[in-house]
């Protein structure tokens, strides 16, 4: 069974930095992407950036690009998110997921597993 572990979140000023890591267990990893989605109150829930766990190639949202970086680490079954530059626009529930595909996908309901979310608030 898979079991996804975010952590990492936590309360940062306005052009701070956090990283967030999702521990992966329950399977071999080298088939699958990963993805991250935040989800705001009263907000859908939506794609912030993906990798896939093989190759490496990553996709992020427009509002993220150049600021955060996905990136795995196939020895720790762990996947990282840096966020710099935060904004308070960024403050959400960030959510960990994987889905058994090598392709980017950005949709919520195209990935199988989740973790149970980690808490980011990015103060002004």
């Known amino acids: 069974q898979v079991q996804l572990v975010e952590s990492g979140g936590g309360l940062v000023e306005a052009g701070g930095s956090l990283r967030l890591s999702c521990a992966a267990s329950?399977?071999?990893?080298?088939?699958?992407?990963m993805g991250w989605f935040r989800q705001a109150p009263g907000k859908e829930r939506e794609f912030v950036a993906a990798?896939?766990?093989?190759?490496?190639?990553?996709l992020y949202e427009d509002s993220v690009k150049g600021r955060f970086t996905c990136s795995r680490d196939a020895a720790k079954n762990t996947v990282y998110l840096q966020m710099n530059s935060l904004k308070p626009e960024d403050t959400a529930v960030y959510f960990c997921?994987?889905?058994?595909?090598?392709?980017?996908?950005?949709?919520?309901?195209?990935?199988?597993?989740w973790g149970q979310g980690t808490q980011v608030t990015v103060s002004s």
């Open positions: 329950g399977r071999t990893f080298s088939a699958y992407t």
């Open positions: 990798i896939t766990w093989s190759g490496g190639s990553t």
């Open positions: 997921a994987a889905v058994r595909r090598l392709a980017i996908l950005t949709l919520p309901h195209e990935y199988d597993y």
